[in-house]
């Protein structure tokens, strides 16, 4: 933000006749110099001392103080004397506010202090700022916000405005082409991060690649040797480790301080207690304890063969693959670690002697209740929420979810032992999908298809555990916890139907533009014996729809004859439903077409369905909204 502030002043500095001075004091309380005001504002503005000075006291200065902490004083006081000199110079400090260093009561050169608070951005912010600074087309622009909540939410990255702008450049660095695997993203993120162009620019002795393969054996420094410390560790020891892996390479001719200072200054780091550091963000942790696999097969392995720690490495593993995106080795092994697990239940479940659809048949009570709910949901909907609406739903289940800004600390790997639970084999076929989707470099189609249906199946099949845990899915008890037919209700019902639930978590494994081919070839492949495949047909349909709505859009009126059985009827409604929600990139004749599919799917399951009725009662409740 003190950066933008700067570029701001400098640029309109005709309108607002200020001079920016941008101060880091993280910088200094490292440094064994003292800071000397005016002779680092005279290389600043590359002067001399004398000119410095007397530019300080005749103009108007705006200090940009960053990352100030009550506890330096020594500075502090420095600063403080200058403008108590100096009637025209205002003060902009940022600060991290935390019980050693709360600026409730704080005053600066006996100022008050007017305090602003950095929150999470919601959705409908990162839209502002998307529309504000770059120019992307609707859809392209609503593909950046639900890519950016999608990376934030699994690298545990908070939600503020340097965050976000980073991400906002990486997608506008990569505008003219398509969206691509989440870890290129990632790892331009990462370039970013520790200033790549600057390195190269500067022609630094220690480069972008020297720093990034000191940081990925740091954070394994960090997991085996710091785990009691919750994988902090003190400065000296960081010093100690950064100067044995410099020695091992005499080339590497550079102070390891220079180095910790380079981290620290990038942010990359996260002080804890009076001497102790890790990273920054257990995202950008794990992304460097990924990129250590890449150098020690031996620990990759042991991660892998670990039944108590496996589930926990699964952000390291689809890192990995993102990393190697040809290794075949490394897949056959999370496979065949996967199929292990999901035995007890492939042999419950035999496909061989029975079929998806009958077992779904078996477990759903009373599935004809949910179309009164399911068209209120219509009727209510019909026209879309706002964006405002939507972010105030999305923010809701947010906070029930819990996710706030203390998520994106560095943490421990926990004991998560694999067990047959329903929680288990999600997780573990979560795993399997995500590196499969992001290993999209090998020549073996066998293998892919085999693959493919062995996650579609077994998604299937978990989601028959997860009853048997719960019991029968009950229609009658869904509607009951419906109440007020709000929105979120919608959401709910979404993850409380199982077709729906199954495809929802199979888009997170699968939904990836590099397995549209496979998913219409399956679709195709389903449609030849459409009575047997009916929840298949489901999945394939909308993982098309939600890789890419627009394309595919036409695939909706063809599946609608097909489907027969009673609760996947209700699941194509209840995705219709959902887009005619929550898509705001749609058109009118988009919105016009899905209304029309979701009347023409009220007609097929219910003969008594009056169209006149149903045209009725949405153009009255066109008629109310617009009023």
Known sequence: MLKKIELELLKDFSVYNKIPFYIDLKYWSNSINDFNFFKELSKYYFTNTNAATKLFYEKDFVLLIDNFHLEDNKTKDTLEKIVSENDNVRVIICS??????????????GRDLKKLYFHRLRKIHIKELTKRNYSFTEEKESQVVEKINSIFKKLSIPFNYWTVSIFLWVFNKDANNKLHNDVDLINLY???????????????????????????????????????????????????????????????????????????????????????????????????????????????????????????????????????????????????????????????????????DTILISKIVEADKLGKLIEKYSKKFQDGLTEIQQDEIEEQINK??????????????????????????????????????????????????????????????????????????????????????????????????????????????????????????????????SKNNQFKLFIYTFLLLDINYLQHKNIVEDMISLIKIPIIKYSFLLKLNYYLSFKNNLSNNDKKELKNNIQSQYLKFNNKTDVGEIQKGMANKSKINKE
């Open 400 to 529: 029930e979810m819990k996710l706030d800004e203390n998520h994106s600390e560095v943490k421990i790997k926990k004991i998560n032992s694999l067990n047959e639970s329903s929680n288990s084999l999600e997780e573990s076929l979560t795993i399997l999908g995500k590196v499969f989707r992001n290993i999209d470099d090998i020549n073996d189609s066998d293998l892919v298809y085999e693959i493919f249906d062995y996650i579609i199946d077994n998604a299937c099949l978990w989601s028959f555990k997860l009853l048997d845990e719960f019991g029968e899915m009950d229609i009658s008890e869904i509607i009951k916890t419906d109440s007020k037919g709000e929105a979120q209700g919608l959401l709910k019902l979404i993850s409380n139907v199982i077709p729906t639930l199954v495809q929802v978590r199979l888009y997170d494994m699968l939904g990836h533009i590099n397995l549209e081919g496979i998913i219409l070839e399956r679709l195709d492949k389903s449609k030849s014996d």
């Open 96 to 109: 991290i506010s935390s019980s050693l260093n709360s600026l409730d009561a704080a005053r600066f050169d």
């Open 190 to 356: 990462v370039e970013k991060l520790l200033e790549k162009e600057q390195l190269t620019v500067s022609a630094s002795s220690f480069t972008f690649n020297n720093y990034k393969k000191l940081l990925a054996h740091f954070a394994y420094f960090l997991l085996k040797e710091n785990h009691n410390n919750s994988y902090y560790a003190k400065y000296s020891d960081i010093i100690e480790f950064i100067q044995r892996y410099l020695d091992k390479n005499p080339r590497l001719r550079i102070d390891p301080r220079d180095i910790f200072n380079y981290l620290d200054s990038k942010s990359l780091l996260r002080k804890k207690d009076p001497d102790y550091y890790s990273f920054r963000l257990n995202g950008v942790f794990e992304y460097f304890v990924a990129y250590y696999m890449t150098f020690d097969e031996v620990f990759l392995n042991e991660a892998i063969e670990d039944e108590n720690f496996y589930l926990s490495f699964s952000n390291e593993f689809e890192l990995f693959a993102g990393f190697k995106r040809d290794n075949v080795e490394f897949l056959n092994k999370i496979y065949v670690k996967t199929k292990k697990h999901f035995s007890y239940l492939n042999q419950e479940y035999n496909l061989m002697s029975t079929s998806i």
